[in-house]
């Protein structure tokens, strides 16, 4: 030890470690950030989408106030609902479903970095296995 006591009997040597174990983790941090790449974008993406829905619906929202207060019927009011109400579930409905394509693709292109990251650590690792 530094101090110049007696190594403790369960302490680990550190230097029986190879000197090419450092070596090995390179190809794995390189698919490790391919992947964080990836799944960086993924996010962002769904979030962008995110306010232009709101923008919609609150835009239709106000406009549904304005037809309330500008019909003279209750028929009018009703109609004014009845639109308004159809617009929503048709938005929230494309809403989901570009939700789910997005995450359908985020997934997809995880997986595949995540693949090319395992096939290209393990040529870089395992020179022997391409020569078979």
Request: overall charge neutral; proline content about 5%; aromatic content about 4%.
């Amino acid at each position: 030890m530094l101090d110049g006591s007696a190594p403790q009997a369960g302490a680990q040597d550190l230097s029986a470690i190879p000197a090419v174990a450092p070596g090995m983790w390179g190809p794995w941090l390189i698919g490790v950030a391919k992947l964080n790449a990836h799944m960086q974008q993924g996010p962002g993406t769904l979030a962008s989408e995110r306010p232009n829905v709101v923008g919609r619906r609150v835009k239709d929202d106000f406009t549904l106030v304005q037809r309330i207060t500008q019909s003279r019927t209750s028929g009018e009011i009703w109609v004014a609902h009845l639109e308004f109400w159809e617009r929503a579930v048709e938005d929230h409905s494309r809403e989901c479903l570009l939700i789910g394509r997005l995450a359908a693709g985020v997934t997809n292109k995880a997986v595949s970095a995540a693949q090319c990251a395992r096939k290209d650590a393990s040529e870089e690792m395992l020179p022997s296995s391409r020569a078979a």
